[in-house]
């Protein structure tokens, strides 16, 4: 990975950029057109948000005011755990279309699995079965040139994989040292997934504090930021990544004029924080 507008390619042969800036908590609408605009001035050409976030007018505002052509840019959103169902679920696209004033998306994900009142017992497999029926569809219809998953486990794959038409491309995880989620991660590629990282920066307070990390960033020339956003590439996954700052935007995107050893990666690996919750099961959410 040399560069930015580097991508990898999914399995219907789409392009996606292997850094994307993330949208989470953004919902100061300012905050929220600046930033992405930001990011596009930086190089980025993915962008990541949601139903959920209540942001996706003001990124919308961002990607028609940024100067660079739509197509030119991936745009991915996300199914609002309250649209799941297959009607519910075509109605929520068609709103994050107008709502991002777009034509298409490049991805759009079920961002949760399993929601609280649809969950119950083995009900969310069908719950699951009938939302991604409605991906699919909007998929071949034109709508969606790629459609995914997010935090879907082992069995939610399982589930998706027993009973789709079309193969989910993306699974978007939680993914930094600390949450490795290894066996997720090999079932979504056993599927062809690209696996997408989300809070990649979640330990860099932990990790800060570490002599041997402190050492690394003096090494390197990088800050502790930029060698967890490494680690995450080097692992071949796609780390979504988040600022309101523009320094710390453009900072997030100068990771590719170097490479962790492979002694680093371990170490790197080996780190782990009782803080973060293993997300191997996600009741309701
Ligand atoms: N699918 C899902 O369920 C899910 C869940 C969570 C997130 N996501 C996606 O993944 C994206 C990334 O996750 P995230 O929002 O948790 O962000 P992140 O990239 O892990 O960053 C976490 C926080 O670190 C701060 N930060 C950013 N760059 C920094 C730097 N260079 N030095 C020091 N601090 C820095 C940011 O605060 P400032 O803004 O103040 O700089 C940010 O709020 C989200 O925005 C969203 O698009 C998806």
Known sequence: MQSITDTFT???GVKIPVLGYGTWQVTDPNEATTGVKHAVKAGYRHIDTAEMYRNEEYVGKGIKECGVPREELFVTSKLDNTEHGYDAARKAIEESLRKLDLDYLDLFLIHWPIVKERGEGDKWKQDNI??????EDMYEEGKLKSIGISNFTIPHIENIMENCRIKPMVNQIRLHPGVLQEDTV??????????EAWSPLSPIKQMTADEKIQAMTEKY????????????LQHNFLPLTKSVHENRIK????????????EDMNY???????E????TDFKAR
Request: hydrophobic share 45%; glycine share 2%; charged share 30%.
């Open 186 to 195: 090999e079932l979504s590629r056993q599927h062809d997934m690209v696996v």
């Open 10 to 12: 999914l399995a219907n």
């Open 268 to 274: 790197i690996d080996s780190l782990s924080y009782e």
């Open 221 to 232: 020339g990088k800050s502790v930021a930029q060698l967890l956003l490494r680690w995450s």
């Open 130 to 135: 009938d939302t991604w029926r409605a991906l």
């Open 251 to 262: 900072e997030n995107a100068d990771i590719f004029d170097f490479e962790i050893t492979s």
């Open 276 to 279: 973060f919750e293993k997300p």
